[in-house]
């Protein structure tokens, strides 16, 4: 009986720890986890660069491999922190875990493929768990929290911006040759910046038919964000701020749901306890 207890109070620790942003520890587990993604992009990026790669190599190689660990102990550590592991495999975030975590392996079997790891820069979304942006959207009637709204919103959309292009720049760069200007994932990125801007300093051309596409889809995704009419989103975040419903970033350990009400005891997908101490 002790031993259950023991069990069920560590594994419920662990979930805790990892997927809850509303306790001390629970940040600090989001903040270290957010510096380690930012870490290994940068020396993605650093291996990319030729000169940089030839003098550093082998450090930049082993310190890929030592957070590439490090996302594997927390994807296992996820799976087993849940009561349905199927669930968290399955989900939007479980996938962007997956896939932050094994292109570095796939870099032993197929070459060039590490530059894939660019893609954990999606985990970077973790971050609207830590900032509970709810809390910046508020009443509609006052100036500071609209404020506050308004800085949050242009975050929100820089850093979609800024993880597009990177996803964008990693993807020309193992589709077009160096003679193209795709010289590395910097160069890649800041073509996938002035396409996806319209600016176009033509600087930086793809060459081969698919780069050809795929720069033609970005031209016009450039577009589509340019006119996208920010009355409407700013609307729909004045309508879910109307609710004025406080909510936390506390996960079910059942069923994994989040954005319970504060201090609510129960899940209300599942009906499971949530804080079974």
């Given at each position: ?61 082993i310190s890929e491999w030592i957070i590439t660990i490090l996302f594997s102990i927390e994807y296992i550590c ?92 990693t993807i020309m760069y193992l589709i077009e040759d160096d003679s193209s200007g795709f010289t590395s994932i ?92």
């Amino acid at each position: 009986m002790n031993n259950q207890k023991s069990h069920k109070n560590w594994k419920t620790k662990l979930h805790e720890i990892i997927y809850e942003a509303d306790t001390p520890i629970g940040k600090l587990f989001d903040v270290i986890l957010l510096i380690v993604i930012i870490a290994s992009i940068v020396l993605v990026m650093l291996e990319s660069v030729r000169s940089i790669d030839e003098k550093y190599h082998r450090f930049l190689n082993i310190s890929e491999w030592i957070i590439t660990i490090l996302f594997s102990i927390e994807y296992i550590c996820r799976i087993i922190a849940v009561k349905k592991p199927l669930k968290y495999i399955t989900s939007f975030y479980g996938i962007i875990d997956l896939l932050a975590t094994l292109p570095k392996y796939l870099s032993l079997i197929f070459v060039g493929s590490h530059s894939l790891v660019a893609l954990r820069a999606l985990r970077l979304m973790r971050i609207f768990r830590i900032l509970k942006l709810v809390q910046f959207i508020g009443e509609s009637n006052n100036l500071i929290v609209a404020l506050k709204a308004s800085k949050a919103r242009i975050f929100v959309f820089l850093s979609f911006i800024l993880i597009l292009c990177t996803i964008l720049g990693t993807i020309m760069y193992l589709i077009e040759d160096d003679s193209s200007g795709f010289t590395s994932i910097p160069e890649s990125v800041y073509w996938a910046i002035v396409t996806l801007t319209t600016v176009g300093y033509g600087d930086i051309a793809p060459v081969t038919p698919f780069g050809q596409l795929i720069a033609s889809l970005v031209m016009i995704l450039g577009y589509a964000i340019i006119v996208i009419p920010t009355g409407i989103i700013t609307s729909e975040l004045v309508k879910d701020s109307m609710k004025n419903v406080q909510t936390n970033t506390q996960s079910c350990p059942n069923c994994s749901t989040g954005k319970h009400r504060d201090k609510a005891e129960f899940c209300y997908k599942c009906g499971h306890l949530l804080n079974e101490d």
